[in-house]
C-alpha cells in the first residue's frame, strides 16, 4: 500500500474521530481511535515518511495536528463534566446515604 493513502486514511479516521467525539458517541469514537492505532502501527512498520515532507503531506500534518487538539479539547471536556457528576454523585450519596437506603421519610 501506498503511504500517500496510508496517511489519507490516517487523516480520514483522525476527522472521524473529531466528529464523534463532539456528539459524545465515545464507543464509535474509541473504535475508531483503535482502527487508527492499527494504521499508525502499519505506518510506523513501513518508517517511511517521504509523504510528509511533500507540500501535501505537509498540509495533511497541518489538519492532523489541528484536529488532534480539537480532540484533546473536547476529550478534557468530557473528562471535566465526568468529574463534575461524579462529585455531585459523592456529595449526594453522603449527604442521604445513596439513592437506596438511608433516611427517605422526610415527613417529620
Request: proline fraction near 1%; glycine fraction near 6%; aromatic fraction near 10%.
Amino acid at each position: 500500500m501506498k503511504m500517500d493513502s496510508l496517511w489519507q486514511d490516517y487523516c480520514f479516521l483522525t476527522r472521524e474521530m473529531a466528529s464523534f467525539i463532539a456528539r459524545q458517541e465515545l464507543d464509535m469514537f474509541y473504535e475508531l481511535q483503535d482502527q487508527r492505532l492499527q494504521l499508525q502501527a502499519k505506518i510506523d512498520e513501513a518508517a517511511d515518511y517521504s509523504y510528509l515532507q511533500t507540500a501535501e503531506g505537509r498540509e495533511m500534518v497541518d489538519e492532523l495536528q489541528a484536529t488532534d487538539a480539537q480532540i484533546a479539547s473536547q476529550l478534557r471536556g468530557s473528562m471535566s463534566r465526568l468529574t463534575q457528576q461524579r462529585k455531585v454523585q459523592r456529595a449526594y450519596h453522603s449527604a442521604y446515604g445513596g439513592p437506596v437506603g438511608g433516611r427517605t421519610d422526610f415527613s417529620g
